[in-house]
C-alpha cells in the first residue's frame, strides 16, 4: 500500500527516480572554473572536512580516557613528544606536525603541562634549549588513547571494504599534496603584496 502511494504522489508532482534523472551537478564556483580547479577544489574541500573530522575524533578520544578537554591539536602534539619515548624541544615537534605557529605550541604545551601528560627537561647546555618529555600519567593516558583507537578507529578501518588497501597510496598523494602546497606558499610569500596603510 506504502509503495503505491509513493508511486501516485510521485506521478501527481513529476518527481522521478534518481536513476531517471539525467543532469550533472554544477561544481562550479570561484576556486573552480574549469575541470581542473573542479578537482583541486573537491579535493580541498575533502581535505578540510578530514582534518575537521580527525582534530574532532582526536579530541573525543582523549576525552574518552582522561575526561579532559583537550582539541586536536594538543593530542597531537601529545603524541608527537611520546613518540618514540625521547625528549623533544618545540622545534623539533612543529618540524613533525607541519606546524610554525610557535606561540599556539607553546599554549598547547602549557596545557599538557598543567594537565600533568608532559614534563619539561632543563637543558644542559644554552644551546640546547628546553626539551619536553611524557610523564609517568602521559604515558598511560596515551597507551590508553592508543588501546581506544585500535579497538573503534582501526577496526572500523578493518571492516570497511577497500579501505585498508587504500591507506598506503592515500598517504603518498597527501604526502606528495603537501610538499606541493608547501611550494606554493614559498611562491606565494615572495609575491606577497603591500597592504595599503
Known sequence: MTQQKNKNVKKRHNISSPDEIDFELDKRWHLA?????????????SLLRSHEAFSRWQSECLAAVTGLSMNGADNAILHVIRMND??????????LINR???????????????AGLIQKNSAETPRHGVSYEATDEGITVTEKYAQLRSKLLVQIIQNAKGVEENLVDATRLIELMAGIYEQAALVAATYRQKQDS
Not at 625521547?86 to 618540524?95: D, S, W
Not at 605550541?105 to 599538557?112: D, E, V
Request: positive net charge; aromatic residues 8%; hydrophobic residues 35%.
Open 33 to 45: 572554473r574549469n575541470e581542473r580547479e573542479v578537482a583541486v577544489a573537491e579535493f580541498e574541500y
Open 86 to 95: 625521547r625528549p623533544k624541544g618545540v622545534k623539533e615537534i612543529g618540524r
Open 100 to 114: 610554525d605557529d610557535v606561540a599556539n605550541i607553546h599554549y598547547s604545551i602549557k596545557k599538557l603541562l598543567k
